[in-house]
């Protein structure tokens, strides 16, 4: 299982990435050195134990937040705040949406943001929540929808701003065990149909595999890459058919292994 060097062209860059939170007079190293890219087009999955600076990494090339030393760099420009081509989905779809707009406002108000005028928002709108099969609900409020629809209109809003790069931060760990299924297999359309990079986080082993192509495997904090890994598996993914090959049973055991090596206090052989 070796790990696949980065065709084509690179999208995004992280180098040498490292975070120091500052609290209660205390320093946490919670990110040492974290390099990686991702290629135009690719969907990567970051798996990593709990509290190993998954959230932390997502916040920095988001912009949201800055880095201590090292940097992200989108399209050959060094990230210093929020980039106009990114979207970010987070795991709280319950308070990423705002409860006194519709629906349809939500999804439509960083395109507002985007200055798009008005007839190509309604278009885009529309087209992003038929995408996620909520054309229905556009006058509704998210707290009259369950939570998976709730997580749909947020992956609509994301997909409607027509970024080059989207970011999900575990975003289907709050939701049932159907539903997740049915919003991975969301992902992996609207992956395919509208070719957008995409960078998904998830402590979700099976779910890791299932969806990426590469699968970037991460240390306990002070966190480093322990390992890449390529998903060597048929592009098209079925829940029944994809889980049950013995292929992803291999890849998730080896991913298994490195992320119990990981919370072990493990680290790759060359930063040991
Ligand atoms: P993950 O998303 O992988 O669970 P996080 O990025 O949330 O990990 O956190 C990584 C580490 O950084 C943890 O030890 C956490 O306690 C610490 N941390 C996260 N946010 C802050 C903060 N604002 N101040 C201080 N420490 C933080
Ligand atoms: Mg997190």
Redesign the pocket.
């Known amino acids: 299982m070796t790990s696949r060097p980065i065709t084509g062209t690179t999208l995004l860059d992280v180098n040498g990435l490292q975070k120091i939170?500052q609290?209660g007079g205390r320093s946490?190293e919670?990110v040492r050195d974290l390099t990686f890219g991702v290629g135009t087009g690719e969907l990567v999955c970051i798996v990593?134990p709990?509290?190993?600076?998954?959230?932390?990494?997502l916040k920095c090339i988001a912009g949201l937040m800055g880095a201590t030393s090292g940097e992200v760099v989108l399209e050959g420009d060094r990230v210093t705040g929020p980039p106009a081509g990114m979207a970010v989905v987070f795991q709280e779809y319950g308070r990423s949406l705002f409860p006194w707009m519709t629906v349809r406002q939500n999804v439509e108000l960083p395109l507002k943001e985007k200055r798009i005028r008005k007839p190509e928002r309604q278009r885009l709108v529309r087209e992003a929540l038929d995408a996620v099969g909520l054309g229905h609900v556009g006058d509704s409020h998210p707290w009259q929808l369950s939570g998976g629809m709730q997580q749909r209109v947020a992956i609509a809003r994301a997909v409607a701003y027509e970024p080059q790069i989207l970011l999900m931060d575990e975003p289907f760990a709050a939701v049932d065990a159907q539903t997740r299924a049915d919003l991975e297999d969301l992902v992996l359309t609207l992956w395919k149909r509208l070719g957008v990079t995409i960078l998904f986080v998830t402590h979700d082993i099976d779910e890791s595999v299932y969806l990426g192509q590469r699968v970037i495997v991460l240390s306990s904090?002070p966190t480093v890459v322990m390992a890449e890994v390529a998903v060597d598996l048929p592009g098209e993914r079925d829940q029944l058919t994809t889980r049950s090959e013995p292929r992803f049973a291999e890849l998730r055991s080896h991913i298994y292994t490195l992320i119990q090596q990981a919370k072990e206090g493990r680290r790759p052989d060359a930063t040991a």
């Open positions: 939170y609290s946490v919670a990593g709990s509290g190993s600076g998954k959230t932390t990494l904090s």
